[in-house]
Nanobody
């Protein structure tokens, strides 16, 4: 069992930065971790993922070069550094934990169905 709590959301102007944190309690390893986001009326969208035992990371195309996902296994923390924020990044951001042993690559880690545990989310609002 893993419990996830996000923090760090808020209101920021376009071009600004935010750093989201996800604190995990329970058994943190060996879970792969991801960030998803959801805007009103939209489906939940993959943003970024990090593997527990590999330096591999995966990103939504529209956030590549602006967002960076990282984790600190010793502290049971996952982070999402978001730079050059745009109004279209406005959403509730949630972290997720899973162990997709049966698939690999971007198609696997971007699929919300491979994640078993979810946080409640933190609101990010980017004003123009």
């Amino acid at each position: 069992q893993v419990q996830l709590v996000e923090s760090g959301g808020g209101l920021v102007q376009a071009g600004g930065s935010l750093r989201l944190s996800c604190a995990a309690s329970g058994t943190f390893m060996p879970y792969d971790m991801a960030w998803f986001r959801q805007s009103p009326g939209e489906e939940r969208e993959f943003v970024a993922a990090t593997r527990w035992n590999s330096p591999d990371t995966y990103y939504l195309d529209s956030v590549k070069g602006r967002f960076s996902v990282s984790r600190d296994n010793a502290k049971n923390m996952v982070y999402l550094q978001m730079n050059s924020l745009r109004p279209e990044d406005t959403a509730v951001y949630s972290c997720a934990a899973g162990r997709p042993d049966y698939c690999s690559g971007y198609g696997c880690y971007s699929n919300r169905r491979v994640y078993d545990y979810w946080g409640q989310g933190t609101q990010v609002t980017v004003s123009s």
